[in-house]
């Protein structure tokens, strides 16, 4: 059953419906399309996660983020692209809770314009995920060159 927002359009509702629309993992919208404030961007807000729009990574870049419940604690999965017309050796995702970063992941190896990542938290906080693409150079580093992607925000602090 649909909400009462307007209709899910654009490179968000695109993903949404990719996902599975209100039968996917991110449910029903729970708000109209938002404008990011100081942010070329915009999100959507579902009954289990969050969309962004982030074009300074790509004109079609969307992040998208998600919560279920899981054995140990709470699985988030976060899944974003594409990137074209940029394609990067890797991403690296971070995470922070309550405003304080709690962890990064460097995902190699996949496609070079999108991917996935799942992991486990304790609902206990704020979360926001950022992405950002990134090309490896010599000895280790990497070269990043678009920035961090419009944070996916999720409420995991319930009563």
Same mark, same amino acid.
């Given at each position: ?6 209709? !899910? ?17 991110? +449910?029903?919208?729970?708000?109209? =399309?938002?404008?990011?404030?100081? *942010?070329? +961007?915009? *999100? ?5 996660? =969050? ?10 870049? !969307? %992040?998208? #983020?998600?919560?279920? @419940?899981?054995?140990? #604690?709470?699985? %988030?999965?976060?899944?974003? +692209? ?10 690296? %995702?971070?995470?922070? *809770?309550?405003?304080?970063? !709690?962890? /990064? =992941?460097?995902?190699? #190896? #996949?496609?070079? =314009? ?7 938290? /304790?609902?206990?906080? /704020? ?18 060159? /678009? +920035? ?6 999720? @409420?995991?602090?319930?009563?």
């Amino acid at each position: 059953m649909m909400s009462n927002f307007s209709s !899910v359009g654009g490179l968000i509702g695109d993903r949404w419906r990719a996902l599975g629309a209100e039968n996917g993992p991110l +449910g029903n919208p729970m708000s109209d =399309e938002l404008v990011v404030p100081g *942010r070329n +961007g915009r *999100r959507r807000i579902f009954n289990a996660g =969050e969309i962004v729009w982030s074009p300074d990574q790509g004109p079609n870049m !969307v %992040v998208a #983020g998600w919560v279920k @419940n899981g054995a140990r #604690g709470v699985d %988030v999965t976060i899944d974003w +692209g594409p990137t074209t017309p940029f394609n990067y050796d890797l991403f690296i %995702v971070r995470w922070d *809770r309550n405003g304080s970063n !709690v962890g /990064q =992941e460097t995902i190699r #190896g #996949g496609p070079r =314009e999108s991917g996935r990542y799942t992991l486990t938290v /304790q609902p206990d906080g /704020q979360y926001s995920f950022i992405v950002e693409g990134c090309d490896a150079v010599t000895f280790g580093s990497s070269r990043c060159r /678009q +920035g961090w992607t419009i944070p996916v925000n999720l @409420n995991l602090a319930f009563p």
